[in-house]
T-cell receptor
């Protein structure tokens, strides 16, 4: 089946550790996105990538890093510099950036202990 | 960036009732999406509707871009419609990121 997968579904991390969230899509989409959602809030853009080997900061990029070495993969690293990393993280993709329907993965719930 | 305001923030409906959700945005847009987030967190795209009207089963949406608002209609609501509905407009001119509102939380009771 075509779609977007994120792993793991739940992740626990000790304070001060880096952690990498996986996002894979087999929709052949050029654009991919990472969002953060806090309880009772909308989604905020962390990073986006319009094409392989290119990515841009979103509104809340501090404390996060990404890579886009393959079209189908867009991993997000939450670094120890992120002051409040506990949140729900959602990955999305679209055919092109900015003008197309976005499709979302099931999300990863990160809890920092 | 674009400011997005959704109303009402919370809505409780009896099963079978109809409702209208509103999204106001502060700037011109070249795209607008409506999403439903189920209680498990999965976001499903309902409509891509930068202008005009679209219908999909019991749901329909209308965007009046010149007046900077969009409406989502839910008819004959079902308990499975419960969740949060997000409006997400995107700006015009090159790549402009999509901005999400904080959503309308809908609960449909039997």
């Amino acid at each position: 089946d075509g779609g977007i997968t994120q792993s793991p579904k739940y992740l626990f991390r000790k304070e001060g550790q880096n952690v990498t969230l996986s996002c894979e899509q087999n929709l052949n989409h050029d654009a991919m996105y990472w969002y953060r959602q806090d309880p009772g809030q909308g989604l905020r853009l962390i990073y986006y990538s319009q094409i392989v080997n290119d990515f841009q900061k979103g509104d809340i990029a501090e404390g996060y890093s990404v890579s886009r070495e393959k079209k189908e993969s867009f991993p997000l690293t939450v670094t120890s510099a992120q002051k409040n990393p506990t949140a729900f993280y959602l990955c999305a993709s679209s055919i092109l950036a900015g003008t197309d329907t976005q499709y979302f993965g099931p999300g990863t719930r990160l809890t920092v202990l | 960036g674009i400011q997005v305001e959704q109303s009402p923030p919370d809505l409780i409906l009896q099963e079978g009732a109809n409702s209208t959700l509103r999204c106001n945005f502060s700037d011109s847009v070249n795209n607008l999406q409506w999403f439903h987030q189920n209680p498990w967190g999965q976001l499903i795209n309902l409509f891509y509707i930068p202008s005009g009207t679209k219908q999909n089963g019991r749901l329909s949406a209308t965007t009046v871009a010149t007046e900077r608002y969009s409406l989502l209609y839910i008819s004959s609501s079902q308990t499975t419609d419960s969740g949060v509905y997000f409006c997400a407009p995107g700006g015009s001119g090159g790549y402009q990121k999509v901005t999400f509102g904080i959503g309308t939380k809908l609960q449909v009771i039997p």
